[in-house]
């Protein structure tokens, strides 16, 4: 229906298979008449454009001592949809990291990224970019969070044996991350159930403890040593147990 300036306009939500660019006479409108006017066509050219993106607030997340993994989502601001395909470039504490193509869903994935984060969340640390393409105008950057995530250490189980009447009691503290002994942490021992002292953990992760007096009877005795690691700043709480083998 025409306005009152003659204007007829359609609006609608059928989608258009045709590119970006101009459709010369891609547009053909008719008029049957009526009882005062005759009937007329006119033809015209549809104008396409690049359609608008928007990026979702980016996200990483990573354990203490090993790889970032970012996230990004790139939606259609027309039809609200993911937009597949495409190439979304990250930059991690203000240096570029790579970059990733979306999935049916417009989400970009980039894992194995090296950081140096400490524990806690870095904000605004993680930034995604979407440059454009041929249908797609650039996306605005979104706002940005990093998140570092700690996971516990694994402690291998402990060992004792006797010597002259006392035990050495050992345990190796390792980061379940990068599967290497940590060193510099305390380990405290139990010795059939008492309290028997704590070691520092050396290079390698190893923490001994020697001179502990002992009653126990030649054999091994099964899970009679009890290593165990508080947990810090930057790892968990973790416990190993093992046997104490006694030799005459």
Do not use: C, H
Request: charged share 10%; net charge negative.
């Amino acid at each position: 229906m025409t306005n009152s300036s003659g204007v007829a306009t359609l609006t609608t939500t059928t989608a258009t298979s045709d590119a970006v660019g101009t459709d010369t006479g891609g547009v053909v409108a008719s008029f049957a008449g009526d009882d005062t006017y005759s009937a007329a066509n006119a033809t015209g050219n549809l104008v396409v454009s690049q359609a608008a993106t928007s990026l979702g607030s980016a996200a990483g997340t990573a354990s203490f001592g090993g790889t970032a993994t970012l996230t990004a989502t790139l939606t259609s601001s027309v039809t609200n949809a993911g937009s597949r395909a495409k190439t979304v470039s990250f930059t991690l504490d203000g240096t570029s990291v790579g970059t990733a193509v979306t999935n049916s869903s417009g989400v970009a994935t980039l894992t194995g990224v090296a950081t140096s984060d400490g524990l806690g969340t870095d904000t605004g640390g993680v930034v995604a970019s979407f440059a454009g393409g041929t249908n797609y105008l650039a996306a605005p950057t979104p706002p940005a969070t990093w998140l570092s995530v700690r996971r516990p250490p694994a402690s291998r189980a402990s060992r004792a044996r006797q010597s002259g009447g006392s035990a050495t009691l050992t345990a190796t503290l390792t980061s379940s991350v990068t599967n290497a002994g940590i060193s510099g942490e305390t380990v405290s021992f139990t010795l059939d159930g008492t309290s028997a002292g704590t070691a520092v953990t050396g290079s390698n992760g190893v923490a001994t403890l020697t001179g502990v007096a002992t009653s126990d009877s030649v054999g091994t005795i099964t899970n009679d040593v009890v290593a165990n690691f508080a947990g810090d700043t930057d790892y968990l709480q973790s416990q190993g147990t093992g046997d104490l083998t006694v030799t005459s």
